[in-house]
């Protein structure tokens, strides 16, 4: 029975090592969430790395998010789709025909107008809609400042909900890879002990 104990217990040693620490490491990624003190001296590594770090990793997000994800010009498409489009034409040939029918104008100039008015106000819009494009500095800031403003707890909470798979698999990497770890240390120390 030792004998098996001494081929059993390093890689099971070395697998629970692996988990607890990617598990710790994960963890210390938020927490703590303030700086500790013992005494007058800060406790190395509080507060964790994103409390930390948060204003440089909440400028990197909206960074990256108005590059590669939602910039001026994805707002602007957004809000100047086909369906609204339609439904700005439609309300100013409305509002035109009810002022008309107030003044008393024929039908083929509040036809003529409606249409022109339409024209005019959907290019303007899509003016607009390119500035936003040059505006996308605003897009990021305010990014930036919602991230700023959560709590780390909720930042935390954030983070975890859409990566807890991925951290989940990183702590059973963990797991393996220290039982691999300690596979090889029972095959060494056979080697040594047979030669």
């Known amino acids: 029975m030792e004998n098996w104990l001494a081929f059993i217990l390093p890689p099971i040693i070395g697998a629970l090592i692996g988990a607890v620490t990617n598990d710790v490491a994960i963890r210390m990624l938020f927490r703590p969430y303030g700086a500790r003190y013992i005494g007058s001296l ?22 990256t998010f108005v590059a590669h994800v939602f910039n001026g010009e994805d707002l602007g ?24 029918g107030l003044l008393n104008v024929n039908e083929a100039m509040l036809g003529m107008a409606s249409t022109m008015a339409s ?4 290019d303007e819009l899509g003016k607009l809609a390119e500035e936003l ?5 605003d897009i990021k800031a ?39 770890i300690g596979l090889v240390q029972v095959v060494v120390f056979q080697v040594l002990v047979i030669a």
């Open 42 to 63: 800060r406790v190395p590594f509080t507060p964790g790395l994103i409390p930390r770090e948060r204003h440089h990793i909440a400028e990197a997000i909206a960074d």
């Open 77 to 100: 498409k957004l809000f100047l789709n086909d369906q609204v489009k339609d439904k700005i034409s439609s309300k100013i040939k409305d509002m035109i025909a009810q002022v008309g």
């Open 119 to 122: 024209a005019q106000m959907l």
């Open 133 to 137: 494009d040059e505006n996308s500095d």
């Open 142 to 180: 305010r990014i930036k400042e919602k991230i700023d403003n959560l709590d780390v707890a909720t930042l935390e909470a954030l983070v975890m909900g859409f990566s807890r798979k991925q951290f989940r698999h990183i702590t059973w990497f963990g797991a393996l890879l220290g039982f691999m």
